[in-house]
């Protein structure tokens, strides 16, 4: 059993004392979007109670104040990330934004029979965007198929890569099975053959600390509400040559160097890709998410997780009729699950009467669940303030739910 002081942290999410249809809530809807603590909170009413402020063009104290304070929080996700420089730590709006403005750049950069590849783990948001590439440019989209287990067939993978493999597209875990992806084996694959990588790293970046040198990735993406952040914001690492080489996403403010009627020379990097006012006080807020996710530890947050998960993962297997989805060895704390023919949708609305959230569905992940040939699943995503007297709650709810149903 482990030391991680578990009731402590969980002091620091106002949220989780609340209740839900008269019960206590049992949150495990983490890898849909993650709570926010009070440290974080605190950031933001701080911003809009003391230097609420447009950035990067004031003189006055409040600019500055608000233009430091953004740009610190730049530095923190620079150093989680172990980026080369600041300015290829690009705020985004979320992952969604950073993959569009890497897919629309490369509109530019891609010829007919040029081939694209994505994953069969993909969530729609790094689906999407290459299939509008693709219709764009003539380039070609090939898919890394997956086998039984949630996991990709990288013996396929092999055989896909060629010359003509421009760019490849994964998750670092798949959102929809928790499925840990080897991207290290991808990139270095890829770039074998000459190819770029964009990793997602949505669904990995609340549990796993991702170094993008050490992966010698050339785009990193993730969003700040999975890692106890607010909605609305994100980063996108690129390497240098790459965000030089991109064309802008957007025009408008702060994207520029110079303006007139005849020509616009573009700002240099980061704000090249960031027009327009941002989301300053998000921005600020990811930042302290990330001091706060740090002073607990990435290496003991994964541990706990995996306790959790290990935990949950015997209770429900004696479940009769109960099928989890994704049995990879390397996965984060994500179960999906069937029982029998129930749908998955009538379990979820049980268990919310009983207080626990939980994502039924296809998780944007469409996919795989043709592969599986089913409507969706249950999908309980746990997080390191999450315990162990929660999943028993969610357990005896799940039995009472097939009982009513079964
Ligand atoms: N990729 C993965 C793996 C995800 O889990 C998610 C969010 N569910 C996204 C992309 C999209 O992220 P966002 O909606 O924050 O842009």
Not at 232 to 256: D, H, N
Not at 295 to 324: K, P, S
Request: net charge negative; hydrophobic share 40%; proline share 4%.
């Amino acid at each position: 059993t482990s030391t991680f002081d578990v009731l402590r942290i969980r002091e620091d999410f106002p949220i989780l004392n609340r209740k839900v249809n008269g019960q206590p809530l049992v949150y495990f809807d983490n890898a849909a979007t993650s709570q926010t603590p009070q440290q974080v909170i605190d950031v933001i009413v701080d911003y809009y109670s003391n230097y609420n402020a447009n950035i990067h063009r004031g003189v006055h104290a409040l600019s500055q104040e608000a233009t430091d304070a953004y740009e610190q929080a730049r530095i923190k996700l620079q150093k989680h990330f172990n980026i080369p420089q600041a300015y290829q730590t690009l705020f985004t709006s979320g992952t969604t934004h950073g993959i569009n403005i890497v897919a629309s750049g490369f509109s530019e950069i891609l010829k007919a029979g040029d081939e694209i590849i994505v994953s069969a783990l993909e969530h729609h948001s790094n689906i999407v965007p290459w299939q509008m590439l693709c219709e764009k440019t003539g380039a070609v989209l090939k898919v890394i198929p997956m086998t039984d287990s949630g996991e990709l067939d990288m013996n396929a993978f092999d055989a896909l890569l060629s010359a003509q493999t421009k760019l490849v597209f994964v998750n670092h875990v798949s959102n929809a099975l928790g499925t840990v992806n080897p991207i290290e084996e991808i990139i270095a694959k890829t770039h074998q053959v000459g190819g770029a990588v964009l990793v997602d790293g949505a669904q990995a970046s609340p549990h796993i600390k991702a170094d993008v040198q050490a992966l010698d990735v050339d785009f990193y993406v993730v969003s700040g509400h999975k890692m106890c952040g607010p909605t609305g914001v994100g980063m996108l690492y690129g390497k240098e040559a790459w965000l030089e080489k991109l064309p802008p996403y957007q025009g408008g403010g702060e994207m520029i160097d110079q303006v007139t009627f005849e020509k616009t020379t573009y700002a240099g990097l980061p704000h090249k890709f960031e027009a327009g006012t941002p989301n300053i006080c998000g921005g600020i807020a990811f930042g302290a998410a990330i001091d706060y996710m740090n002073a607990i530890g990435f290496d003991a947050i994964a541990a706990y997780e995996h306790e959790l998960l290990v935990y949950a993962t015997q209770q429900l297997l004696e479940i009769e009729d109960l099928r989890i989805y994704g049995e990879s060895k390397d996965k984060t704390a994500v179960i999906s699950f069937n029982v029998g023919s129930i749908h998955p949708y009538d379990i979820g609305t049980i268990l919310d009467k009983l207080g626990v959230a939980v994502r039924t569905g296809h998780h944007c992940a469409q996919p795989i669940m043709d592969f599986y040939k089913i409507p969706g699943t249950v999908r309980a995503s746990f997080s390191f303030y999450n315990t162990k007297e929660e999943i028993d709650v969610f357990v005896a709810a799940v039995k009472k739910a097939v009982s009513m149903l079964g």
